[in-house]
């Protein structure tokens, strides 16, 4: 009997625990990795030190750099992280590129649902009002992965189109609502996407989204065989259900958050996996501290622009990811049409 062997660069199929395959890892923590961390590092420095207010020349500017500087920059690298890898699971449930919280109708849900709380209870408080926009969401991206489930699409490309007309009819009902109670330009403040408004006290719920991030760390390898499919996926021992139901309350919980304290940050889950994707392959293990910096980054950069391009007054964030996200949907598209 002939044996075989396996050398170090194919080595064999793991499986876990519970029985779920485990891809061999490769090194996370790189050369490059640390030399992407520096420079992340550098441009969250720099955003604390930008800004109209003097916090040098004044006998307040400790204070302010406390109450104003050091909590936008901390919104800018949780939200950065957060909603970046919310988009990576959900394209890797969906096993579609051109998926992510704002292309599928997610955030017009969760300012739905923050509505909602408003005009019941208008004295609520910050915790209830995550409260109600996360399970607006998470009802919502269910009812968007069960259209998924149970219609044939042929082109990948139907399935960000139809999520963003299923965003645009609860964004028409909650616009409906908001001009019915007067408080449409409340809607329009929540949806504008900029971090001028975070300060100490306000955005400290924001911290929650920690727990997003370490979840969807633990659970890369789950999500990596979920997006093979229920077959695959029930046939190496995992509940493919129970996987799908637990990237939709990760989604749903950083969309609600994110959503209630900073407002929507368009297209951001759809650049970064996307351009991560493009530089190193589809190891999603590997390539989730990448997405985590170059979301960091990516909103590092936007904001520091919006607040420098027109000084002393800001552009908010969600308009210059727009922008970049336009362009870079185009682009995709592109790219698969020239593969056919």
Do not use: H
Not at 52 to 62: H, K, L, P, Q, S
Not at 116 to 133: H, N, Q, R, T, Y
Not at 149 to 178: C, D, E, Y
């Amino acid at each position: 009997m002939t044996q075989t062997s396996t050398t170090p660069t194919d080595p064999p199929l793991a499986v876990g625990r519970i029985g779920s395959p485990r891809a061999p890892r490769g090194r996370l923590f790189t050369w490059p990795l640390l030399i992407g961390t520096v420079i992340t590092a550098a441009l969250v420095a720099t955003s604390l030190f930008v800004g109209v207010y003097d916090i040098f020349g004044t006998e307040d500017g400790a204070q302010m750099f406390a109450i104003t500087r050091i909590p936008r920059t901390a919104a800018l690298v949780l939200a950065g992280a957060v909603m970046s890898m919310a988009g990576l699971v959900m394209q890797q449930i969906t096993q579609n590129r051109f998926v992510e919280p704002t292309t599928t109708g997610t955030t017009e849900w969760a300012g739905l649902g923050l509505l909602l709380v408003m005009i019941v209870a208008p004295e609520a408080s910050l915790l209830v009002k995550m409260s109600g926009a996360v399970v607006a969401a998470f009802l919502g991206t269910m009812v968007f992965f069960a259209f998924l489930r149970r219609v044939t699409l042929k082109s990948s490309i139907i399935v960000p189109i139809v999520g963003m007309m299923l965003g645009a009819v609860v964004g028409a009902i909650s616009s409906f609502m908001a001009l019915s109670t007067g408080m449409l330009q409340s809607l329009g403040v929540w949806f504008l996407g900029s971090f001028t408004s975070v300060l100490r006290g306000q955005y400290e719920p924001l911290w929650l989204v920690l727990v997003v991030v370490v979840a969807v760390f633990i659970a890369a390898d789950r999500f990596t065989v979920a997006g093979l499919g229920p077959d695959i996926a029930t046939n190496v021992g995992l509940n493919y259900n129970r996987i799908v139901l637990l990237g939709t309350g990760l989604i749903a919980l950083a969309t609600g958050v994110v959503t209630v304290v900073v407002g929507n940050l368009p297209f951001l889950g759809l650049i970064v996996p996307n351009v991560v994707s493009l530089f190193r392959g589809d190891d999603l293990r590997s390539n989730l501290p990448w997405v985590c910096l170059a979301g960091i980054s990516l909103v590092t950069v936007c904001d520091l622009v919006g607040r420098i391009i027109i000084w002393p007054f800001e552009i908010p964030v969600a308009i210059i990811l727009s922008v970049l996200g336009a362009i870079v949907f185009i682009l995709l598209l592109m790219r698969q049409r020239r593969r056919g």
